[in-house]
């Protein structure tokens, strides 16, 4: 019999429905991987029992004929959504414990749409990290390994790296992530999988513990590009609750997948193709070029000439906006508090804070407070608002010349964990690539484009307009017909 | 331009930002952030060099109304789970130390 924990989303849900297997059999299988890969570490909390409770609720309504778009299919769940009456933690010390007694707009959608919970998936502090090497609760390890037999444990990226490793890991077939800057493209791309940031807007954030409010968006990530249109279907949509949040209706957007690109223009950004660019990756972008070009695509030079200034753009506006966000964080209302002998207010703010956040996320707080402090607020704060228009208008004046971006996900493969840990901007360069489509506010993809020499993953990102995600989706799947990846990580742990 | 930065930070600033920021720190802590915050802040500098003449601050990456809603209560009545995650309630309040002597 086939392995469940093998197919993708959409065969568990047709398979399901055609009566071939039970919700419950998918659940316990998926229930069982999990359980058996705690070296991973992608896990900070397991929900066996929700899975196999939303997997009884498919079955019944299966014979009831009151099935639902997700019915039978269990995912992981980004420790990042706040899940009512199971602990959210944001990978962090300050929230250990936290038990919502609500639960986000897109988790509930999810389990609206039939969908069952497998776990809590590991990430990086409050989502501040590109390789789940800041998380409280340990790192995630990636389930691949280098082909040079030395068995050195990589980075899952991150943030998303709890959703990356599981999906890699087959221990759940889709799960949620959250990207700020790069948080669902760069994990996809270092594990061979497919994630898709939608338009900001489209997925509500009402929920979500917030990071940069002006740039976090939910999206799906899971082995296929269908996969990724399904689970976005159930994710997206308006909600009140965020002022942010766009009132259109959500495209059926699996019903049109088509890998016919005839009339599309596909747009490559030379500075994205700096000196110096890993020679692997080079090579993996020409090939996405020619399988596009073969997908009848028409393919475009275009010119994105502020690229070099998207990181410390971001590296500006995001940590402002997390130092405003996380200052909820005061040892009152919710998460630790530390309260020295004899300590008053003040003190008991500084002392939880120093307590509750780790070293990554004081140094963010650091930044955005200085960043946004009187005297400095127009020379870094007001400047880089002015350069994130101006790149926003880059995009805008390239897709009057083309209908899609393509370009590599990240500049290299994963690296090996504590290989880039102890150089912040060393580590945040991994998301040179992903940061200007989150700064404009667009959907974006990575879908997997091959292996390296040392058999790791690459990634390819496609960019799209505003709103978009159809095309976006239609080229990923015309890469994902083309590159043939088929290549899974050998089972270690 | 950038023209009014400061060339780097000092261990008085640093100590300044985690006061403004509410993060206890240690002296050895302060002093290993002087040189974290001036590379990251260095290399954020280069923005400095970027023309935005006639550029307006971008609020907003994708055009959106802000909504209005009936001025109405929409929710209440839970209190006991707002306070159901609070470290330290007491007789269906909050608590700090004592803040008046």
């Known amino acids: 019999m086939t392995d469940l924990t093998d197919l993708t989303v959409a065969e568990i849900r047709d398979g399901f429905r055609a009566g071939d297997f039970s919700a419950r059999e998918v659940a316990s299988a998926f229930n069982a991987n999990v359980a058996a890969a705690s070296a991973l570490n992608a896990f900070i909390v397991e929900t066996p029992e929700k899975a196999l409770e939303a997997a009884d609720a498919a079955d019944a309504a299966r014979t009831s004929g009151d099935l639902k778009p997700l019915s039978g299919v269990p995912i992981g769940m980004k420790d990042l959504f706040c899940t009512q009456g199971v602990q959210t933690t944001a990978a962090s010390h300050m929230l250990e414990g936290f038990t919502p007694t609500y639960e986000s707009t897109v988790s509930a959608k999810l389990w609206d749409a039939g969908a069952g919970m497998l776990g809590k998936l590991n990430l990086d502090q409050f989502a501040m990290g590109s390789s789940n090497e800041t998380s409280f609760f340990g790192n995630v390890v990636s389930p691949w390994r280098r082909n040079d037999g030395g068995n050195a444990p990589l980075a899952p990226g991150g943030s998303s790296g709890g959703s990356s490793a599981a999906i890699a890991a087959r221990l759940c077939p889709a799960a949620t992530g959250t990207d700020t800057g790069g948080s669902i493209r760069q994990p996809a791309a270092f594990t061979g999988i497919s994630g898709i940031k939608p338009t900001y807007g489209r997925c509500s954030r009402w929920g979500v513990v917030a990071f940069a409010s002006s740039l976090d968006q939910a999206g799906p990530m899971a082995r296929t590009v269908r996969d990724n249109a399904i689970l976005l279907e159930a994710m997206a949509g308006f909600d009140p609750k965020d002022a942010t949040s766009l009132d259109l209706p959500v495209p059926t957007w699996e019903a049109g997948l088509s890998s016919d690109l005839k009339g599309k223009k596909v747009g490559i950004p030379k500075e ?7 020679a692997e990756i080079a090579a993996m972008w020409d090939r996405g070029i020619a399988w596009l070009r073969d997908a009848g695509a028409q393919i475009v030079d275009v010119s994105l000439p502020h690229t070099k200034y998207a990181l410390p753009t971001y590296y500006i506006i995001a940590p ?34 120093a307590a509750g956040f780790g070293g990554e996320v004081k140094r963010r707080i650091m930044i955005g407070t200085y960043v946004l402090s009187a005297g400095f607020y127009d020379a870094y704060y007001t400047q880089a608002q002015k350069v994130r228009a101006l790149i926003a208008r880059d995009f805008e004046q390239a897709f009057a010349q083309c209908d899609l971006l393509l370009t590599p996900t990240a500049p290299s493969a994963a690296f090996a964990l504590g290989e880039e840990q102890d150089d912040p901007l060393a580590m945040y360069l991994n998301d040179v690539f992903t940061v200007p489509a989150s700064l404009a506010g667009l959907p974006a993809m990575s879908v997997p484009g091959g292996l390296d020499a040392q058999g790791l993953p690459l990634g390819l990102q496609i960019i799209g307009k505003p709103l978009d995600e159809q095309s976006v989706l239609n080229a990923g799947l015309a890469i994902e017909e083309r590159a043939g990846f088929v290549a899974r990580p050998g089972k270690w742990w | 331009m950038l023209a009014a930065l400061p060339m780097s930070i000092d261990l008085q600033t640093v100590k300044k930002i ?44 994708i055009p959106n109304h802000l909504r209005l809603r009936d001025d109405v209560v929409t929710d209440g009545n839970v209190r006991d789970k707002v306070l159901a995650n609070a470290p330290q309630p007491e007789h269906g309040f909050f608590t700090v130390p004592k803040v008046i002597e």
């Open chain 1, 272 to 278: 994205y193709r700096p000196d110096g660019l890993d």
């Open chain 1, 320 to 353: 402002a906006e997390a130092s405003s966000n996380l200052a909820r964080y005061d040892g009152v209302r919710y998460g630790q508090r530390e309260l020295p002998e004899g300590a008053g207010l003040q003190d008991m703010y500084a002392a939880t804070r």
């Open chain 2, 18 to 61: 985690a006061s403004l920021s509410r993060i206890s720190m240690s002296e050895a802590e302060a002093e290993a952030m002087v040189p974290e915050l001036n590379n990251i802040l260095g290399w954020v500098d280069q923005l400095g060099e970027v023309d935005v003449t006639g550029v307006e601050p971008m609020t907003a990456v």
